[in-house]
């Protein structure tokens, strides 16, 4: 292929042009605030005036613009942004759309995200990239629940720039008290959210004014207009002066005489020669090479992808976190952060997630909820979930420790998200606060009697059957017989049931659903504890949800698990209604009943399905004592 452009042939003038582009810094900001306050408009405005537009762009959209509101040049902005159809037709922005654009300065690229309360997750995901937030509000309406939500969400991530753009200006008449009052209100808001600098810019996006020039609307503002303001402020944040922070994305085995290990440097400094821990174990090894595709480095900085070879073998895999000895990460497997929740299927203490921070993944609960946080005033409210959108200060605990910084000492080893365990879908997004001492005081204590000596004095293996199915399915006749029989053959088994356990150890539970969960959590515990004990233990609750039965078969661990699934129509269960409950859950007088007012999850992959609406209680205790203890 034939080279198009010969350096020798680049003027002086062209050289350095291309190299002041090359050389300038880029700034990543978004726009955020509540709907209609003109984000849209604004970035649309800023590309228009960094001459980014084509000729047959703007064409289009003067045609596009009839019959919509347009400033002097005829463009409804908005347009350049909001590139989906539903977002034309309704006149808001639903995703996040990102754009760039360049001035004689520096280069940006925007997030334009949703002001809409169902999007706050958009936000929060156009935020986590950010630099620097512009928050606009709109001059007629003042700061509404939008923008204080966001305000309060770019503090939680940890965006430390904030610029008011207090826009539609010349809908007020370019009035100077309504801009001060509107600053002097979200100044005395913001103060408690900790951003490094603040300022206030009257701006029409419409019209144009102070957004490339000082306006002569506002002779009463002496402050920079944005562009400037945006091509000068300082943003960098030097993450080489933190502590080494390596972690471990992949362990590469190159050839049988190469092992090394692969992943970016969060933040520090790294060196070959370099004494390194490994955060879990505190494994020391000297780091001897330091690999990238091109050739050997003999050091590198953070936010570098290189490969490191250590001068011994170590237990490291995926995960695993490397660093200087004497400034190690915290190493717990419980903690406090503030969580961001993003899905309408709220949080609920005691379910179990999955956690990734870094390359690491593992299971992790909310222990506690400790309080949500009124957007609008920043006070602390209790709660028992954490609902769509909302912010929680909640105590995690995950199944392994795991290495990790506060948020406010890296950003980059202290920052999570939360993720469905079935579907994969992301949750919620969280900081960490601290990690909890007293995780680190616990250990296990091991004893020389243990399950397989319990079990062989029984003369039996040691398992779990979990029945679960709707109220009214058989659950508690069929494990009420599989007992009997168990117990006349000499074997030694026990019935958790849902309602006798509600009597004692769960009698401070209610069924909401952060309730049930707790209840699977404390019965699993038991069930693990019988078993150790060398029972056969029959669990006969309702157990609703998947996430939970999957959480009581973690939680046993290595104990023989048996997932029976009593599957009775509704209707087969409600014509028995041993206990009035259907009847009461009809007329409304039970919240929270599952199979009327609340849901059932059917399991998926049930070990044993036993057809309760076919057969009697005696057969289907007979076919299950078939595929299991004969």
């Known amino acids: 292929m034939t080279n198009l452009l010969n350096r020798d042939d680049i003027s002086p003038d062209t050289a350095l042009w291309l190299e002041q582009q090359t050389s300038k810094g880029l700034l990543r900001f978004l726009t955020c605030g509540s709907v209609d306050d003109g984000k849209s408009t604004l970035i649309g405005r800023l590309l228009y005036d960094s001459q980014l537009i084509l000729d047959d762009q703007l064409a289009s ?12 040049e005829g463009i409804d902005f908005s347009l350049l942004v909001d590139g989906l159809a539903a977002e034309r037709e309704q006149g808001i922005t639903i995703d996040v759309a990102y754009r760039f654009f360049s001035t004689d300065k520096r280069k940006f690229i925007v997030a334009d995200t949703p002001g809409h309360e169902q999007y706050t997750r958009n936000m929060a995901t156009g935020a986590s990239n950010a630099d620097l937030a512009v928050v606009l509000v709109d001059a007629r309406k003042g700061l509404l629940t939008q923008t204080r939500r966001h305000s309060f969400i ?35 808001f913001a103060e408690r959210l900790g951003f490094d600098t603040l300022v206030a810019i009257p701006v029409s996006s419409l019209k144009g004014d102070n957004i490339v020039s000082a306006s002569p609307n506002t002779p009463w503002y002496s402050g920079s207009p944005l562009v400037p303001y945006l091509e000068t402020i300082d943003v960098s944040v030097d993450h080489s002066g933190l502590p080494l922070r390596f972690p471990v994305q992949w362990v590469n085995r190159a050839s049988l005489d190469f092992r090394g290990l692969s992943g970016t440097v969060a933040s520090g400094t790294v060196k070959v020669g370099d004494e390194v821990l490994v955060a879990s174990s505190r494994k020391p090894a000297i780091v001897s090479r330091i690999v990238t595709m091109d050739s050997d480095l003999p050091e590198a900085i953070t936010g ?83 609902e769509l ?33 079935i579907t994969n879908a992301t949750l919620g997004a969280g900081v960490i606060d601290f990690g909890l001492r007293r995780a680190q005081n616990l250990t296990y204590q091991s004893f020389d009697v243990n399950r397989a000596v319990r079990a062989k004095l029984k003369g039996q293996e040691p398992q779990i059957v979990w029945f679960t199915g709707l109220s009214g399915s058989g659950k508690s006749t069929i494990a009420n017989l599989i007992e009997k029989r168990l117990t006349a053959e000499g074997k030694h088994a026990y019935i ?23 209840n699977i959590r404390r019965v699993s515990e038991v069930a693990k504890l019988m ?100």
């Open 389 to 421: 959108n909302e912010v929680g200060t909640v105590t995690m605990a995950t199944d392994k420790p795991i290495a990790f910084d506060s948020y406010g000492a890296n950003a980059n080893t202290g920052g999570f998200i939360l993720i469905d365990r």
């Open 304 to 386: 570098q992808a290189v490969t490191l070879v250590l001068d011994r073998e170590l237990d490291i895999s995926r995960g695993d976190m490397l660093t200087h000895p004497g400034s190690t990460p915290e190493y717990s497997n419980q903690m406090q952060a503030r969580l961001v929740w993003m899905h309408e299927e709220p949080a609920h203490p005691g379910r179990s997630y999955l956690l990734k921070i870094g390359s690491q993944v593992v299971p992790a609960t909310i222990t506690n909820l400790k309080h949500c946080t009124n957007v609008n005033t920043l006070e602390k409210i209790p709660g028992n979930n954490i």
């Open 531 to 630: 078993g150790d004990a060398g029972l056969i233990v029959l669990v006969s609750f309702i157990s609703p949800f998947r996430n939970e039965r999957r959480l009581a078969r973690e939680i046993v661990g290595d104990l023989k698990f048996i997932e029976a699934y009593v599957d009775t129509p509704l209707e087969d269960c409600e014509a028995r209604d041993p206990k009035g409950l259907y009847a009461k859950a009809r007329r409304g007088e039970i919240k929270n009943f599952t199979g009327i007012s609340s849901p059932f999850e059917p399991p998926e992959h049930a070990d044993i399905v036993l057809h309760g609406g076919e057969k009697s209680p005696e057969d289907l205790a007979e076919e299950l004592y078939a595929r299991i203890f004969s």
């Open 154 to 188: 770019l503090s939680l991530i940890g965006v430390r720039h904030v610029v008011l753009v207090i826009n539609k200006i010349d809908l007020v008449d370019y009035d100077q008290e309504v801009f001060d009052r509107i600053e002097s209100e979200y100044r005395s």
């Open 496 to 518: 958790l049931d849902g309602d006798n356990v509600r009597h004692g150890l769960n009698r401070d539970l209610g069924f909401t659903d952060t309730d049930r969960i707790e």
């Open 61 to 72: 959209l003067k045609k596009e613009s009839r019959n919509r509101t347009t400033g002097d």
